[in-house]
């Protein structure tokens, strides 16, 4: 708790004091290292010091997704950086319509594109649940044009090559072993680039288009409990982290049918 208190008032290294949702995560995050690893996995410790310390109060932060203003100026990014080449925008769309999460995408096998869905394993997900998704047939006939014979996503490496070399640059130290970790670091690098070289545009990430897929379920009229079903989701995570709505109109509306 002194800890946390002198974080709040301690001016970090643009000599601000840190913001209360910064520290309500640090404490949060200290709190679930100790208590999985610490704790329960290694068990090297017998109790979590970081159990029962209150993070700071903080006004709720607005949900931000992905939108179409923010996706299209970045797909315009991609198409001048890798020309015409087909996998960024076929992987963000994926990962946009089914909602999961970057590392479950990227681990995906050719054999889980089957029977017009895209089944993410229960040893793959978070949850823990074997969860099949239904998608478009011309999402579905794009992917299956595009697996590889092992990874979904294993001819990505040669067309990187491909677009790299159309580009004029040198492609002499590209991995050409497919591996779901690099392609993992690979798409959140091409983010991180075009924050880099954006840094006057609102912020765009990978996990805001799982976010994009939550929101529009809920602008759709979707059931909060059943969309967090089909998105593998608890419906509380989901709510207060992912959906952005206008809490004032879902007020009148309430009020509306009740009087």
């Known amino acids: 708790e002194e800890w946390r208190d002198w974080m709040m ?12 949702h910064y520290i309500a995560s640090l404490v949060v995050g200290m709190s679930s290292l100790w208590q999985r690893w610490f704790v329960e996995d290694l068990r090297i410790l017998s109790s979590n010091p970081w159990h ?20 299209e100026p970045f797909y315009k990014w991609i198409e001048e950086r890798f020309g015409e080449w087909a996998f ?19 681990g995906l096998k050719s054999g889980q594109l089957r029977s017009g869905r895209l089944v993410f394993p229960a040893d793959l997900t978070k949850g823990r649940k074997e969860r099949a998704v239904p998608i478009p047939k011309d999402l579905f006939e794009a992917l299956d044009a595009f697996k590889g014979k092992t990874w979904l996503w294993g001819k990505y490496l040669p067309g990187l090559k491909l677009a790299l070399k159309a580009r004029g640059f040198p492609t002499h130290q590209l991995n050409p072993e497919f591996s779901p970790q690099r392609l993992y670091f690979w798409v959140e690098t091409l983010f991180a680039d075009y924050r880099k070289a954006h840094s006057d545009r609102p912020v765009l990430t990978t996990h805001m288009f799982r976010k994009r897929a939550f929101t529009l379920a809920w602008q759709a009229g979707v059931d909060p409990r059943r969309a967090s079903i089909a998105y593998g989701c608890n419906v509380d995570t989901l709510m207060q982290h992912y959906v952005l709505m206008d809490e004032q109109q879902v007020t009148d509306d309430v009020f509306d049918q009740m009087h």
């Open 88 to 106: 960024p925008k076929l992987f963000l769309s994926t990962k946009a319509y089914s909602g999961c999460r970057l590392m479950d995408l990227c």
């Open 52 to 71: 029962g310390v209150e993070p700071p109060k903080a006004d709720k932060l607005p949900v931000k997704y992905a939108t179409d203003d923010l996706i």
């Open 9 to 20: 008032g301690t001016p970090g290294r643009r000599k601000k004091l840190p913001s209360a």
